[in-house]
């Protein structure tokens, strides 16, 4: 089916349904995700958020029954990803669907040079590179997620650099080819508050720079609240509540969604009494 880029949607759910074995992670989820927007996905552990995620560019275990529609319309195009190939999955990944993983320790090879990984995601969907153009692409990238003198620190190694060094690296993996839509799943949770900031900080202004479509995924709401536009919360695999961002914050309508957000210590939260917990 021929798309004509007027329409708003850049990827759509249609009644997403995610099933292993005798568990269903996912029951009936409908949510888009616009041209240049920052769609956030707020759930706790277990809510199917992450699942979700994983299904769109194709990365669930082979175990996994997909039902539903993810209708994905870039290039002129619109595909049903549930119904594509893996052959057709592949060239889509890294290329126009980009995804930041919340550890990167267990994203990046430990054996590999930083420089040289960035410059394999280039050369990957670009096979014309030479090896002298994928190395500058993959400085040019390590510069632009402000990786301090990038050309020196190109043979470098992941071990070698802070965790929030290297969720800067991921990032710089995600964005060479320049995708249409960023998945970033929890690229916050493992690092301290003051990196978080930072890292939130750049994927925000990175997503404006180049017009990206980002889904950000997160259990803490108000952790998306200061990149998101929009938010959908989740719980034990069905959509709860959706809206825009500020009116989540502060007024949500949703029980759970309240709970969710009652359990965030604050600077004004009495440490003398037990932290709230989620609603049954």
Not at 62 to 91: K, S
Not at 97 to 111: K, R
Not at 187 to 204: M, R
Request: proline share 4%.
């Amino acid at each position: 089916m021929h798309y004509d880029g007027s329409m708003g949607a850049l990827l759509e759910m249609r009644e997403l349904q995610i099933r292993f074995g005798a568990t269903q992670a996912v029951r009936g989820v409908s949510l888009r995700v616009d041209e240049g927007e920052v769609l956030g996905l707020v759930g706790e552990s277990g809510s199917g958020k992450s699942t979700v995620a994983l299904a769109i560019p194709g990365l669930l275990e082979p175990t996994a029954r997909v039902d539903g529609q993810i209708l994905w319309r870039g290039a002129g195009v619109e595909m049903d990803l549930v119904r594509q190939p893996q052959a057709v999955l592949r060239r889509i990944r890294g290329r126009a669907i980009a995804m930041i993983f919340q550890e990167p320790m267990t994203a990046l090879n430990p054996v590999m040079s930083i420089g040289r990984q960035v410059a394999e995601c280039a050369t990957a969907h670009d096979a014309s590179l030479t090896g002298r153009e994928a190395k500058r692409k993959a400085i040019q990238a390590l510069e632009e997620v402000a990786i301090l003198d990038a050309a020196r620190r190109y043979g470098d190694y992941p071990h070698q650099f802070s965790g929030g060094q290297r969720q800067r690296i991921l990032i710089a993996m995600a964005l060479i080819n320049r995708p249409r839509l960023l998945i970033a799943d929890e690229p916050t949770t493992a690092l301290d508050v003051t990196v978080q900031a930072q890292i939130l900080t750049l994927l925000k202004e990175l997503q404006c720079e180049h017009g990206l479509a980002m889904l950000f995924i997160s259990h803490d709401l108000a952790v998306v609240g200061q990149v998101a536009g929009r938010v959908v919360v989740m719980r034990a695999g069905q959509l709860v509540e959706t809206g825009p961002c500020a009116q989540m914050l502060t007024h949500p309508e949703n029980e759970y969604t309240r709970s969710l957000l009652a359990a965030v210590p604050t600077l004004k939260t009495d440490r003398g009494r037990p932290l709230a917990t989620l609603s049954a």
